[in-house]
């Protein structure tokens, strides 16, 4: 009996864990969107971007095409550039967390590699 009550407890939760999750399908609208300066979608679409779409030997101007003008962040090398995802100042002037997009390219202006960094 307990065997059973386990079981049905795992199949009430399942779809409540589907429908928490935070991600949600990249579409370049909702990239795009802000308030009040902070992007609404972007940290709940970034996964889907990095998997759906291949990043790596993008040039440049595609990469400008479907994100948008990126936004340099803190200091980067020549050849980064960053997208913020999340941005938190808590009750502070400067920043207590930050979630970027951080891309490299090649001397060529292509995605070389990209990575999810956070700082706090």
Known sequence: MK???KKGLYLLFI????????DIEFEKEGWKKQVDGSY???DKMVNNL???QKLEG???DSLVSLLGHPEPY????????TYILVEDY?????PVYVKLLK????????VSAYEVVETK
């Open 74 to 81: 803190g200091m980067l090398k020549e050849n980064e550039t």
């Open 40 to 42: 609404l979608y972007r």
């Open 15 to 22: 779809p409540l864990l589907i429908a928490c999750s935070p």
């Open 3 to 5: 065997t059973n009550s």
């Open 103 to 110: 891309i490299k390219l090649s001397a060529d202006s292509t």
């Open 50 to 52: 990095l998997k759906s």
């Open 58 to 60: 993008l040039p440049y």
């Open 90 to 94: 808590g009750r502070d002037i400067d």
